[in-house]
T-cell receptor, first 110, second 114 residues
Framework: QKEVEQNSGPLSVPEGAIASLNCTYS??????FFWYRQYSGKSPELIMF????GDKEDGRFTAQLNKASQYVSLLIRDSQPSDSATYLC??????????FGTGTRLLVSP | DTGVSQNPRHKITKRGQNVTFRCDPI?????LYWYRQTLGQGPEFLTY????????KSRLLSDRFSAERPKGSFSTLEIQRTEQGDSAMYLC????????????FGSGTQLSVL
């Protein structure tokens, strides 16, 4: 079982819709959770982080964490074509290195 | 200082040659990480430094790989006797504080081993 699992996609949504990206992790001791966006040929860019159960909102982005279910998600409201990218979920167990999933490719069509 | 800087951006080498990459972290970031990423995969942890001390190396990292961070500033990653399987994007990242796990990545070095 991989430590961090994501559906590779692509996830296709129309412009203006809500995109929902999901991630599960295997280590119950995981403490910190991150979402990175990666455009093709570019390096990952941090867009959200969450440490506690519940929701955290930042602009059009909402991160949701459920530690009991070992599940973290990212919602993107009012999706734009510029949101088309690969979204990487990353998890830390507290040893201060991040373990990444394989990423979900998001395609937002105009 | 605008971010993590990596050089070169691209490196093409022949199998068996040695290559060295450089990373300059964001000023005052005391943690520096090296990751490797292949197409369709997420970044894979290689090693990290706190100041000049190398605190962890991945078990996946063969003895052909060595990293240094003299004086706790820039870092180098050397691959000896390169193999075609070493072809990947090598990413450097830094983080600002000992207990801050937010990583800021450089643009990466794309290595192609022919």
């Amino acid at each position: 079982q991989k430590e961090v699992e994501q559906n590779s996609g692509p996830l296709s949504v129309p412009e203006g819709a809500i995109a929902s990206l999901n991630c599960t992790y295997s280590d119950r001791g995981s403490q910190s959770f991150f979402w990175y966006r990666q455009y093709s040929g570019k390096s990952p860019e941090l867009i959200m982080f969450i440490y506690s159960n519940g929701d955290k909102e930042d602009g059009r982005f909402t991160a949701q964490l459920n530690k009991a279910s070992q599940y973290v998600s990212l919602l993107i409201r009012d999706s734009q074509p510029s949101d088309s990218a690969t979204y990487l979920c990353a998890v830390s167990t507290g040893f201060q290195k991040l373990v990444f999933g394989t990423g979900t490719r998001l395609l937002v069509s105009p | 200082d605008t971010g993590v800087s990596q050089n070169p951006r691209h490196k093409i080498t022949k199998r068996g040659q040695n290559v060295t990459f450089r990373c300059d972290p964001i000023s005052e970031h005391n943690r520096l990480y090296w990751y490797r990423q292949t197409l369709g995969q997420g970044p894979e942890f290689l090693t990290y430094f706190q100041n000049e001390a190398q605190l962890e190396k991945s078990r996946l990292l063969s003895d052909r790989f060595s990293a240094e961070r003299p004086k706790g500033s820039f870092s180098t990653l050397e691959i000896q006797r390169t193999e075609q399987g070493d072809s990947a994007m090598y990413l450097c990242a830094s983080s600002p504080r000992d207990r801050d796990e937010k990583l800021f990545f450089g643009s990466g070095t794309q290595l192609s081993v022919l």
